[in-house]
């Protein structure tokens, strides 16, 4: 954001060039701050009213309708139990594509689930992605298993989404 000096100084580099003498903005340091808070309340205004779930909650819903214990959930996608807590624990926490897709495979979501958990964490699935697609195949032909997929990733020779081979 240009600071008020520099406004002024561009208010008045622009009436000389036009030439307006009747030009009345006049720009000084309580008029900025006014902007500043007007600026600052839309942002946040904007931000109340476009914010979606977290990935936190957005995975923990999943979870939570499963009915199945978190243990067997993060077994299932691979992932050991202190980087799970991490995840539980930590809302702002933001787990790597691969380990929020490996967690949808575990809660085996379907494709528009899988869209939405991505979605609260940042990520997509790529059509012009060859991981992507890999993945969206398996979703679609409903192969949850972590070690099928990684197979399928493999023959493509790309890496696994999680540790387990």
Do not use: W
Request: hydrophobic share 35%; proline share 3%.
């Amino acid at each position: 954001m240009l600071n008020p000096e520099i406004l002024i100084e561009l208010q008045k580099y622009v009436e000389e060039r036009l030439e307006i003498e009747s030009f009345s903005l006049k720009l000084n340091e309580s008029s900025f701050d006014l902007f500043q808070e007007v600026q600052h309340s839309e942002i946040d205004n904007f931000i109340k009213t476009k914010r979606k779930p977290t990935l936190n909650q957005v995975l923990f819903n999943f979870i939570d309708s499963t009915g199945v214990k978190d243990s067997i959930i993060y077994k299932r996608a691979g992932i050991d139990r202190r980087h799970f807590s991490k995840i539980r624990t930590n809302p702002n926490y933001q787990p790597r594509k691969n380990t929020t897709i490996a967690l949808a495979l575990a809660l085996e979501l379907t494709k528009e689930d899988t869209d939405e958990l991505l979605g609260s964490a940042g990520y997509s699935l790529s059509d012009s992605d060859t991981n992507d697609l890999v993945i969206q195949y398996c979703l679609e032909k409903k192969i949850y298993d972590i070690n099928l997929v990684n197979q399928a990733l493999d023959h493509f020779d790309l890496d696994p989404l999680t540790g387990l081979h």
